[in-house]
């Protein structure tokens, strides 16, 4: 019994990285009361960062020494880790840095990772302080898993990596619109999604994917009720009858043509300035032109025409995207395209889009599988309304909505036919146009407890 130092593991030490500015702007406030004791009392030694500014903790996990720390937390929400995990990639050791263990505590307005560590550790679903409460037990227990990543490019050529989601039309518009009230803290969402059903927009678009089609037995896994019975009763068989009705057999629907043919280069885009429509050069920003596109005149004073922050960085490092061919390029011939009329369109690789929108309740952390939902235009603004609330339990599929469809896949590739809007990457606006993707599978480390 008697105390021998040197024979006890080294306590964990953790990068705790803070947005002061993330959800209510009471991160610090927190970080003080819940957190650090927390972390005290578990014998874990941190180092406190405050975020000065945007891109501050994508520059300072670039140049931190990998071998000091056992973990990277991010206090904030969703956005702050895609920082965390591009400054990670933009390094030269990109290969070791990406397997850091990466963590988060719940401090911002959209807290989706959290919801889905929180769900997977078999929590009843939590907002709040009660959700951050959990998150930093779990933080203290420290087990790490592998989770996928998907790499994302879009037209100028600039790749990123995503642990969370590819929005476009309804879902982003209301992640970027709401950001106005991000005092509300994740109520910023509910108000946002009114505010969107009231002025319902639809959008064209041509989307392509590469589908998994056996992946109705992996992504199966037993559901447990909880106690109280908040969280969705989804039972092992109807969730599989779902997802192969819902999802896969979606290849027995008329909705989708093959890619085969549309590979016709009478029907591929143009995307060029120039009238020549089967030109296979890859796209650039400079080139890719709506002009002949279809337009929405109600945009005019939208969100839309404010600019972007011009994207600095480029994610040159990562493993090759070997199954996409550059954007601009035709598909191969086991992708399906559905061009169509959307409301919106969402690739989602986690089980939870926010705290409490328990998305794609079949998603594990290294399913290996991006989670395509699209809604397709023609669904009544009541039908909508009754999907994303239904979604709070993961009930949603139960609504038999025809105009939602899943489908698990591997890659995909969105080519906008509307001229203005708004596509989102782990709910941070990227520029608008063509973009595609192809998941990664494991390429990062999670503490999830
Ligand atoms: P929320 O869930 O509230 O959106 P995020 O973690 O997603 O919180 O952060 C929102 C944005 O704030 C991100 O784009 C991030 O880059 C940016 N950011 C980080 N630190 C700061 C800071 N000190 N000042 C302003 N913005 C910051
Ligand atoms: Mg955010």
Redesign the pocket.
């Known amino acids: 019994t008697e105390f021998v130092p040197e024979l006890l593991p080294r306590a964990r030490r953790l990068m705790l990285l803070l947005?002061?500015?993330?959800?209510?702007g009471n991160s610090l406030q927190q970080c003080q009361t819940h957190i650090l004791p927390m972390l005290t009392e578990a014998e874990i030694s941190y180092n406190l960062v405050?975020?000065?500014?945007?891109?501050?903790?994508?520059e300072l996990v670039q140049g931190i020494n990998l071998e000091e720390w056992d973990g990277i937390v991010?206090i904030?929400?969703?956005?702050?880790?895609?920082?965390v995990i591009n400054g990670l990639m933009e390094r030269p050791d990109w290969e070791d840095a990406i397997k850091m263990p990466l963590g988060i505590l719940p401090?911002?307005?959209?807290?989706a990772l959290a919801g889905a560590i929180n769900y997977n550790a078999g929590f009843d679903q939590a907002m709040g302080s009660e959700l951050l409460l959990n998150c930093i037990l779990l933080l203290c227990r420290g087990t790490v898993i592998p989770m996928d990543m998907v790499s994302v490019t879009t037209c100028s050529g600039i790749r990123s990596f995503s642990f969370l989601s590819v929005a476009w039309g309804f879902i982003s518009d209301v992640d970027i619109e709401s950001?106005k009230y991000?005092h509300m803290?994740s109520a910023r969402f509910t108000v946002g999604t009114m505010v969107r059903v009231a002025s319902l927009r639809t959008y064209r678009g041509r989307l392509s994917y590469l589908p998994v089609l056996d992946a109705h037995r992996p992504i199966c896994r037993s559901i447990t009720l909880s106690p109280n019975g908040s969280l969705a009763p989804f039972q092992r068989s109807q969730l599989h009858r779902t997802i192969s009705d819902i999802g896969l057999c979606e290849e027995r629907n008329v909705m989708y043509k093959r890619s085969s043919a549309a590979l016709d280069t009478n029907e591929l885009p143009s995307f060029e300035t120039s009238p020549s429509p089967s030109s296979p050069t890859a796209l650039h920003s400079s080139s890719f032109n709506f002009d002949s596109l279809s337009d929405d005149p109600s945009d005019q004073d939208s969100v839309y025409s404010k600019d972007l922050k011009p994207q600095r960085h480029h994610q040159v490092n990562g493993p090759k995207d070997d199954l996409l061919p550059p954007l601009g390029q035709p598909l191969p011939k086991n992708w399906i395209i559905v061009e169509d009329d959307f409301v919106l369109v969402l690739a989602i690789y986690q089980s939870h889009l926010g705290a409490d929108l328990f998305t794609a309740p079949f998603s594990t952390f290294d399913d290996g599988l991006i989670h395509l939902f699209f809604v397709k235009a023609g669904i009544s603004r009541a039908a909508l309304v009754r999907l994303f609330l239904a979604m709070e339990k993961g009930t949603h599929f139960e609504t038999e909505c025809p105009y939602l469809t899943h489908i698990p896949v591997r890659a995909f590739r969105l080519e906008p036919l509307t001229r203005k809007g708004i596509i989102t990457v782990?709910?941070?606006r990227v520029e608008y146009g063509p973009i595609q993707a192809q998941l990664h599978k494991g390429l990062s480390n999670l503490i999830t407890g």
Request: charged content about 30%.
């Open positions: 947005n002061p500015c993330g959800g209510r405050q975020t000065e500014r945007q891109n501050h903790a994508r991010v904030s929400g969703d956005g702050l880790l895609y920082e401090c911002g307005s959209g807290n950001e991000r803290g782990d709910g941070e």
